[in-house]
């Protein structure tokens, strides 16, 4: 404690480099927990995007994610109301929802295109959370309605010169490979962001899907949970319990998930190293020049019997105590950033790939200060032992001459 006391006092002698040197270190810290810290926010918001798209799992036939259907509904679910009452009491679960994927044909009578379709249950728009917004009219109910619901991506709608109340003809191939027509009505026009998905989708319920297919079946059951961190555990045991089905989970259908986390742990993996040598320099430089002012004094401990590791070991305590102070007033200017963002609301520009923008924001992660404190005050130590090491290698008699 007496020699953390000394190396204190010491770094005193000159207070206008020892607080550049503190606001260096503050700097570096701040800008690794707040780069970290946005990095850290963007992967939770696209983790949360994926599993509310998707479900943590998806359970399927067992070659429904592997092979093509050579026809609607062949590799469809049939017992899956049984399945989901099974899984459904597990403490992980949120609610499990049937989906059924097809597409075809979407006409006003005077103009068709193609569509893709999704038959779901009205429970979904519970948990699609803030990137499913309705432009126009309401989502689907499970009223009964004299014509079938459907809702358009507003790209879609656009083409079909639709409107919330407009009749429209579904067309598309039955599970036995014949032609069917159903007349629906549009009850509401949404957006999901993605310009290529409001350009083509479009949402009805499970039982107008099976109807325009002939089929029972369903495409997919999409397991929501409580907790996106319970995923693996729950895919083991629903794994275990089913073996004859196929399942995924969110991640394994998370493309742009995975290509996001990737291309920011390179771009700010660099960043980081930057900061890092740019803290290494600053303080090597700053104990380099404390070193050659004290070269008299070095010399004369080491003339008093003061072994070279004692000398050393109270630079790097100096450099444990700027490294300390700036990493400590670096981790409250990131936690006031934070704040400050969080107050501010602002909008960061849409994403490639999407029609919508997003908030700027930045976690504060205690796991990320974890790594950076002890990270930032090691490269201040491993400087300043380099640059004492050097100044205690001169001879004795030189040191004492120096001037």
């Known amino acids: 404690m007496n020699w953390l006391l000394y190396a204190a006092r010491n770094t005193l002698r000159n207070r206008r480099r020892t607080l550049i040197t503190v606001l260096i270190a503050c700097i570096g810290t701040a800008a690794i927990m707040t780069s970290g810290g946005f990095a850290i926010y963007t992967y939770d918001g696209l983790r949360e995007l994926a599993a509310r798209d998707s479900g943590h799992l998806i359970l399927a036939h067992a070659d429904y994610f592997d092979h093509d259907e050579e026809a609607p509904m062949a590799l469809g679910l049939t017992d899956y109301p049984s399945v989901a009452k099974a899984l459904l009491p597990e403490p992980e679960v949120r609610n499990i929802l049937p989906r059924v994927k097809f597409s075809g044909l979407v006409s006003n009578g005077d103009k068709s295109t193609i569509f893709i379709g999704s038959g779901i249950d009205p429970e979904e728009f519970a948990v699609k959370g803030p990137t499913f917004t309705v432009t126009s009219g309401q989502r689907l109910t499970g009223a009964e309605q004299e014509l079938p619901q459907v809702m358009l991506g507003q790209t879609l709608a656009r083409a079909m010169h639709a409107q919330v109340g407009s009749g429209l003809t579904l067309l598309g191939t039955t599970a036995e490979g014949a032609l069917n027509a159903i007349d629906v009505e549009v009850v509401g ?77 390179r771009i ?62 670096g981790l409250l200017l990131s936690a006031l950033i934070t704040l400050l963002l969080a107050l501010a609301d602002i909008q960061m520009p849409p994403p490639p790939g999407r029609s919508d923008g997003y908030p700027l924001a930045i976690y504060f992660s205690w796991e990320l200060a974890a790594l950076t404190l002890p990270l930032v005050i090691g490269v201040c130590m491993v400087a300043a032992f380099i640059a004492a090491r050097r100044g205690t290698r001169k001879p004795i008699v030189e040191a004492l001459a120096h001037v």
């Open 268 to 329: 700010f993996g660099t960043l980081g190293l930057v900061i890092m040598v740019m803290v290494f320099f600053s303080v090597s430089n700053t104990m380099s020049m404390v070193v050659v002012e004290r070269t008299r004094e070095i010399g004369t401990l080491a003339a008093m019997g003061t072994r070279a590791g004692e000398i050393i070991r109270n630079f790097v305590l100096e450099a444990l105590v700027i490294g300390g102070l700036g990493t400590a007033l």
């Open 189 to 265: 026009i949404f957006t999901t962001g993605v310009p290529e998905l409001d350009e083509r989708l479009l949402l009805t319920h499970i039982a107008t899907a099976q109807t325009l297919l002939v089929s029972d079946k369903v495409s997919t059951l999409s397991i929501y949970l409580s907790d996106t961190d319970d995923t693996d555990a729950l895919a083991a045991r629903v794994r275990a319990r089913y073996p004859e089905l196929g399942l995924q989970t969110w991640l394994d259908q998370a493309f742009f998930y995975k290509k996001v986390r990737d291309l920011y742990n």
